[in-house]
């Protein structure tokens, strides 16, 4: 059964990337669209028309870049979601839980709002936010390990209160500013967006991706254990407290970059998770692939969905994820026969 789940989920991925790239606002043939992807991938001379142009752009250098974007962040936002969940044993986390959305969100207050980083060129919000959400990551670490080991209750409440620390900050600069557009704009940015996706983006987000996940499958052991607690743990003979801050930190790199790419995009990490467990339960070997291949479809039909909905614009990716995922959590909440770890 599994298996067989697994080649579908995979199957349904392929689909979904070369159904995507043929949606737009640019009304363009599938023979167009397919003609390019096949002289960029094969150099077919027959095709060599579709080497450059208006079609070629559109297709090559702005829907395809986009699509496997989406593809990264909604596989890395997945199992960052698995991660955390089982970090901090706690069904409710989700990838930000340590304060990286707002650490991020500061990040790019300062970029937008006083101009920090603006010697970046088109990386001048991407990577202040990148730096944000990194430091803010760090920053739980180490409280939480002050005063001894991170315990699942310290990680939490330190990411909370960092948390605070950083929306405080973000609001403080807002108002001191009082600059509309501005505070416009970073609003804009904190409900997400793949717009401005681009092979280097790509090239940087997808390599990343790929290698932390496959880190976390071949910690799925461990993974397991560390919903059994620490305690049982030990007497099973594995100490997880180095382990859980070595995943927080691929964890938090691998947010970090997904932040950068794409902003802050929500309920992903938190939804697709459960949605494996209910149906494959808690086992993180096969919990962690199956996540990243169906919350890497999800966010491209999600993607494709707000550049199709409103005409001559585009809607938040953030906000449609928002609307489709609180639903779909409310209904986990309300299922009496699930269980996070297992539990029915």
């Known amino acids: 059964m599994y298996v067989a789940v697994l ?18 606002n640019a009304d363009l043939s599938l023979k167009d669209v397919y003609s390019v992807i096949a002289y960029k991938l094969f150099h077919i001379k027959s095709l060599s028309a579709y080497a450059e142009g208006a079609v070629h752009d559109v297709v090559w250098l702005i829907r395809l870049p986009r699509v496997l974007l989406a593809l990264a962040v909604g596989m890395a936002l997945s199992v960052c979601g698995v991660v955390m969940q089982a970090i901090v044993q706690n069904p409710l986390a989700d990838p930000y839980v340590l304060g990286i959305s707002s650490g991020a969100s500061l990040g790019a207050t300062l970029a937008i709002m006083l101009g920090v980083g603006g010697f970046l060129g088109g990386n001048s919000v991407g990577v202040p936010a990148f730096i944000g959400a990194m430091v803010t990551s760090f920053a739980v670490i180490a409280i ?46 904190t409900m997400g967006s793949l717009a401005g996706a681009s092979w280097s983006r790509v090239g940087v987000m997808l390599p990343v991706t790929l290698i932390c996940v496959i880190i976390f499958w071949t910690q799925y052991r461990n993974l397991n254990l560390m919903l059994l607690g620490d305690d049982v743990s030990i007497t099973l003979g594995t100490d997880l407290h180095r382990l859980r801050t070595f995943y927080l930190i691929v964890a938090s790199v691998m947010i970090g970059f997904a932040v950068y790419c794409a902003g802050v995009i929500g309920f992903v990490g938190l939804v697709i998770p459960h949605v494996i467990r209910i149906l494959f339960g808690t086992d993180h070997r096969r919990l962690l692939p199956l996540s990243a291949l169906l919350g890497a479809s999800f966010l491209i039909w999600c993607d494709v969905a707000c550049r199709v909905i409103l005409k001559n614009s585009e809607m938040p990716i953030g906000v449609l994820v928002s609307i489709i995922g609180a ?14 770890g297992g539990s029915k």
């Open 7 to 24: 080649i579908g989920l995979a199957a349904f991925l392929i689909f979904s990337i070369l159904a995507a790239i043929t949606f737009g």
């Open 144 to 189: 939480a390990n002050m005063g001894g080991k991170a315990t699942s209750a310290k990680l939490i409440l330190a990411g909370m209160a960092v948390s605070a620390v950083c929306s405080a900050f973000s609001n403080f600069v807002i108002y001191i500013t009082n600059d509309k557009n501005a505070a416009t704009e970073v609003m804009k940015w």
């Open 327 to 340: 639903p779909c959590f409310i209904y986990l909440l309300v299922r009496k026969s699930y269980g996070f």
